[in-house]
């Protein structure tokens, strides 16, 4: 049979196997996977493995592949990791049938290069364990499909796996990518863990298995604008003003936490971020996306206060646990005026989130030799940290959880009094999420989000000309505060240098700044002025997720357990054509807390791509604006009335009449039961 198999494949892996590559010394490593297999099911996971490698090699890699499970938890398949460093090169360098073919490797293999990824040896980009895919023999027959794709032909790629190509048409997707996603009675950590051991499911995170990072530029804007309208909401700075002379203290300078010092300083504040891992430290200040780096709570506190008072602004990372960090603050009295955590909280006791009293290397060994006691540590921290937050906030210090399931996990510890409605986590928590009171209302209503596109040339003048295309587009459509904002934001985008691997920007947009963004960026492309160019978004957005700790935690009419708003987006997508779209299971929030997706759209300049763009823009955002409006959310009822207008005779969203609260006050009197 197996003769017959290995002739009924033109794509497949090369029959020769790759030398086993040297791991370069300098790169992080990720830590030891849970995995709990049975015998039966390490003989499963190594099966599975070897249905991509040719029988003739079967006993070598078995033998491998057993190595691999036992000391990683997985098996990445390292042998077929393509030596040396992955970047994302300029798409020329590429083969391939089609222009989107070419163009999504560059997407992958910026995910993974050695500047970008956090763990690359383990296909790791963000957010701890956020892969593009599962291992290197899915990575390199990913790419083996790409090189042959033609713009007939979709792809179809299931955690991580190319189930195969199939003929469609120029105007469907040509690639769809499914991850983690679970049949709801096994939706949750401990099968998700089993499976992925087995080799059947990837935690693609959100743009990590979506092919869409772009480094933590991508996070630095929505965090530069949640600490600014915090300031705005909560601390009375005026429209114009910024966050001079106040304090703003944090945990977390990975993947994309690695973004919250740039983010302070661009918005005008003093911060202290406390990282437990100082290799993570080094990393943002060669970028000089810190100021400051130090093993003392005393000097990272005298560097701030110094800042403050000439009101300057300054990124210190304080070498150490942030819980230290936070005890410090309060038993010296010092008034912090923003707060919150960026800890990776939705996979806790995977190696997301360090106890105090550890080292980073103490935390990662341990992790390995006693995963239970390391759990344990882990609960008592949490509430300890929680404890802490309480005590600076009775202080006056407004703490908002920046979407990396904190609260959750303070309440999985079994901590009730964190629920607002003191029972269970139905109602959200005490403490708002940054989307509740400030992501959600001021920019998701309205259909602000995070719009972003890569220059596929990696020429900086390509997105120098982008960048300025944008600017004057906003300048000329200045609406309200968020416009002004963001035409801030991509006016000193590149004195900011916020580029790390490819030539990316993001650039909050709404729904029609998104669309006619990108028909001009395509006219651009067709005229000649620049390479050709790959939009996408962060699935962090107005519609492409449903996650009810985060995304949606500001819809109020009882549906944020719903997840079809992310599912309809998905699919709308695909329906409009959109280049590659991608569902997971999980993103920020943790298996089972989300469903979430994005999107990929190549730009080549011809008259397809704008009739696309026509559609599938401002369905991908009014998707999410609609379903604000129908919970009654203001902001987005308003854009909806706006955009029924203006769409008139075209599109037509339903909206909600608004009932009076003493109406059904009375109403439920009346009910006997
Ligand atoms: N709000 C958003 O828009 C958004 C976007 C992306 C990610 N997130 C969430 O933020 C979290 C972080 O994402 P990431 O990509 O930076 O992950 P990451 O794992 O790369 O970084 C987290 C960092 O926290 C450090 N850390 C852990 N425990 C610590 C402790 N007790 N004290 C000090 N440092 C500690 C780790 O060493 C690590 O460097 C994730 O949960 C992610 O889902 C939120």
Redesign the pocket.
Known sequence: MNGNINDAMTIKLDYELPEYPAFEEGYRRAPRRESHLSEADKALAIKNALRYIHPDHHAQMAKEFAQELEEHGRIYGYRFRPAGKLYGKPIDEYKGACIEGRAIQVMIDNNLDFDVA?YPYELVT???T?QVCQNWMQYRLIKKYLEVLTDEQTLVVMSGHPLGLFHSHKMAPRVIISNGLMVGTFDDQKNFNRAAALGVANYG??TAGGWMYIG?Q??VH??FN?LLNAGRLKLGIPQDGNLAGRLFVS????????AQGKAAEIAGAASII????DS?IETRYTQGWVSHRTDSLEEAWAIAKQHMEDKEPCAVAYH????D?LEYLYDNNIHVDLLSD??????PYD??????GLT?EERTEMLDKDPEGFAKLVDK?LQH?YEMICKLHDRGTYFFD????FLKAVYDTGVKSICKNGENDLDGFIFPS?VEDILGPCLFDFGYGPFRWCCLSRNPEDLDKTDAAAAEYIKNHNRRYQDYDNYVWVRDAKKNKLVVGTQCRILYQDAMGRMNLALKFNEMVRNGEIGPVILGR?H?DTGGTDAPF?ETSNIKDGSNIMAEMATQCYAGNAARGMSYIALHNG????IGNSINGGFGMVLDGSERVDNILKMAMPWDTMVGVSRRAWARNENALTTVVEYNEMYKGQDHITLPYLADDAIVAEAVKSMKG
């Open positions: 956090l963000y957010g701890e956020g995170q959100m933590p991508g996070i929505g965090t949640t945990a977390g300078l990975g993947g994309m936490s690695g406390a990282e437990v891992d993570r150490g646990n942030v819980v960090l960026q800890t990776s909280c939705h996979v190696g997301g989130y360090c106890p105090q980073f921290t940290h920046y979407g990396n399931s940054y962060d962090h985060r993103g920020g929030t943790g």
